[in-house]
Nanobody
């Protein structure tokens, strides 16, 4: 299994970026993909996660209404559209995958628990 994240960069506050995560190697479709971020000196934070069924998503309160996660199953790619970016969104963003099993996507994403696969991070820097 491989997760390839891309799309990070430098943007001014109020701007937008779109992150992409290409997933390969999965043999089933019952996995969730999420974005986990870590800012310097802070704990990891589950930003947004999605599983294959439409509407089954999770967003951290800190990004609700500004970020949108979506999944293109044909392209095996998950996107994170980030709008109205703030300096506090500055972090390394990691694409992660997990099989929820009997747990909810929200529970695992919020707690950053039970992650099965990690991609390399992509840096998002928001200047004030």
């Amino acid at each position: 299994v491989q997760l390839q994240a891309s799309g990070g960069g430098l943007v001014q506050a109020g701007g937008s970026l779109r992150l992409s995560c290409f997933a390969s190697g999965f043999t089933s479709d019952d996995y969730a993909i999420g974005w986990i971020r870590q800012a310097p000196g802070k704990d990891r934070e589950g930003v947004a996660c999605i599983i294959n069924s439409p509407g089954n998503t999770y967003y951290a309160d800190s990004v609700m209404g500004r970020f949108t996660i979506s999944r293109d199953k044909d392209k095996n790619t998950v996107y994170l559209q980030m709008n109205s970016l703030k300096p506090e969104d500055t972090a390394v963003y990691y694409c992660a995958a997990f099989f929820p099993g009997r747990y909810s996507v929200s529970t695992l994403c919020e707690s950053v628990y039970g992650i099965d696969y990690w991609g390399k991070g992509t840096l998002v820097t928001v200047s004030s």
